[in-house]
Every structure is written in structure tokens, then in C-alpha cells.
Nanobody, 115 residues
Framework: QVQLVESGGGLVQPGGSLRLSCAAS????????MGWYRQAPGKQRELVAT???????NYADSVKGRFTISRDNAKNTVYLQMNSLKPEDTAVYYCKTGRVVPYYWGQGTQVTVSS
């Protein structure tokens, strides 16, 4: 069965850092584009960052320069390194496959940035 499991969320102070992981199973991970999305209370889910199967990176303007997406195909895992966190980064973060259909979503992990 296909499964995407996010981890690494938690409570962090403004200016702090957090690294999210998304471990995939049941798919040929290396051929998939991967993305991170987030959804804050009362807001629509939005794109945070993507990384293609070939390693091309894309970031939302709001996180550019602060977040880094990466992948380790040997571990079937995509990461999101989040630095200089702001309260507005508070959201549930989801990983998602791309390019190859059907798409799969993880269950999400909560990130809270607060003093």
C-alpha cells in the first residue's frame, strides 16, 4: 500500500528552526515530483515548496530564503528544512506526490510558531 508519513512538526519559537520529513512507501519514489503544502486555520491549503524528480526546486515567495526542500531517494524521503520561522508559518504541513498520477497525500504534521 502507498503511504506518506510526515514527521518533525512541533512547537518552536519565532526565529527557530524545524526539519520536517516525509517518508514514502509503496511507490517508485525516485520518479515522483514531491511537494510540501500547508494549511492554516481558516485558510486554503497553499504550496510551500516542490522538488522534481530531477531535483528542480520551487518555493513560495513567503518562504523563499528561509526554507529548503530536499530529497533522499535512497531513503524514499523528502525533507523541509525550515529556518527563521515566523508565527505566520503556523499550519499543518502536508507532503504530496506530483507529476505521476495518481497523487498521494500524507496525513499532515502540525507546526506551531509561537512565543
Amino acid at each position: 500500500q502507498v503511504q506518506l508519513v510526515e514527521s518533525g512538526g512541533g512547537l518552536v519559537q519565532p526565529g527557530g528552526s524545524l526539519r520536517l520529513s516525509c517518508a514514502a512507501s509503496g511507490i517508485a519514489f525516485s520518479i515522483y515530483d514531491m511537494g510540501w503544502y500547508r494549511q492554516a486555520p481558516g485558510k486554503q491549503r497553499e504550496l510551500v515548496a516542490t522538488i522534481t524528480s530531477g531535483g528542480r526546486l520551487n518555493y513560495a515567495d513567503s518562504v523563499k530564503g528561509r526554507f529548503t526542500i530536499s530529497r533522499d531517494n535512497a531513503k524514499n524521503t523528502v525533507y523541509l528544512q525550515m529556518n527563521s520561522l515566523k508565527p505566520e508559518d503556523t499550519a499543518v504541513y502536508y507532503c504530496k506526490t506530483g507529476r505521476v498520477v495518481p497523487y498521494y497525500w500524507g496525513q499532515g504534521t502540525q507546526v506551531t510558531v509561537s512565543s
